[in-house]
């Protein structure tokens, strides 16, 4: 952990969980012991920029967040008997998730976004982002990327801020997403590099992406093989991608269950694509006798 006073705005995020989701009241001291003082900077940085030091956006963050930890904490317990993802289709999760306004704004966006800082595995695997595929980017001839089921915006605006030579666009078919992507960016003074979609990725460039982005999108669908091959649809031979899944993670929008890094690597070698550089990140450390979610992180190169 870090020598001295807490920072002023992380101090403000654990105030705001002790009020407004007092079980996890301890999160923040627990990242900070973890990742220490690379932690603490993204975040703090995140606070200032994003949340605008307004500590009521803050406060209602925590407390969908909150909701959100809890109601997967529920279905983890259940997953661990059944070994199975409660039955939902693609269109009953696009009604109940996607296109519900009031849970997007106030349960599932803003629980998303903080499990980035929040969520040990969600952490380790952007810092591997960052080290391992946003650096084969540098110096090379990648001007433009998509990035597919942009959720809150936050791994657009981290390749943006990594590469400022880099133009992206991002599709979704959530009118939510698509706000608080367009905020995300709209922040940190990013949208004038980046255009939203509110559609299934398209081929918005001549002679397809140099690079894209699909962060755990896969397990939300039925078939995520046909994702795969119109992601690879749209990209140049040789562009480089990220693709991530989550693994043993039940939650009310996950259809597609992978079990292992292999399920999924099979899949996106199916489609096209090669697999550069492969990593695992676990949430946390269980029983012999339970299930812990995870994030199966790929680099891929199309073929």
């Keep these: 952990m870090m020598a001295g006073a807490l920072p002023a705005r992380i101090a403000q995020v654990k105030d705001a969980f002790a009020a407004k989701a007092p079980l996890f009241k301890r999160a923040v001291d627990d990242?900070?012991?973890?990742?220490g003082e690379d932690w603490a900077q993204a975040f703090d940085e995140e606070i200032s920029v994003y949340f605008n030091d307004n500590n009521a956006m803050i406060e209602n963050a925590v407390e969908g967040y909150g909701r959100f930890c809890i109601e997967a904490m529920r279905l983890q317990r259940r997953f661990d008997k059944t070994l199975r993802y409660d039955d939902i289709s693609y269109a009953e999760a696009l009604e109940a998730v996607y296109q519900n306004d009031a849970y997007m704004r106030s349960v599932y966006l803003p629980a998303l976004l903080l499990s980035h800082y929040m969520w040990p595995h969600h952490f380790r695997q952007l810092q591997w982002v960052r080290e391992n595929f946003f650096s084969r980017l540098t110096g090379g001839d990648f001007r433009t990327f998509c990035d597919v089921g942009i959720g809150t915006g936050f791994y657009s605006k981290e390749l943006l801020r990594a590469l400022p030579g880099m133009r992206g666009w991002g599709f979704d078919i959530s009118d939510s997403s698509i706000d608080h992507t367009d905020l995300m960016l709209q922040r940190w003074a990013l949208s004038d590099r980046y255009t939203t979609r509110k559609q299934e990725v398209g081929k918005e460039v001549d002679g397809?992406?140099?690079?894209?982005?699909?962060?755990?999108?896969?397990?939300?669908?039925?078939?995520?093989?046909?994702l795969l091959r119109s992601i690879r649809g749209v990209m140049r031979d040789g562009a480089l991608g990220l693709l991530t899944a989550?693994?043993?993670a039940p939650n009310r929008d996950h259809i597609y269950l992978y079990r292992d890094n292999d399920s999924v690597r099979r899949q996106i070698e199916a489609s096209g694509f090669e697999v550069?550089?492969?990593?695992n990140f676990a949430a946390y450390e269980v029983g012999e006798d339970e299930t812990v979610p995870q994030a199966a992180c790929f680099i891929v190169q199309a073929r």
């Design 208 to 226: 397809g992406f140099d690079c894209c982005l699909s962060v755990e999108l896969l397990e939300h669908l039925e078939d995520p093989n046909v």
């Design 246 to 248: 989550a693994l043993d």
């Design 276 to 279: 550069l550089q492969e990593a």
């Design 31 to 35: 990242q900070l012991d973890t990742f």
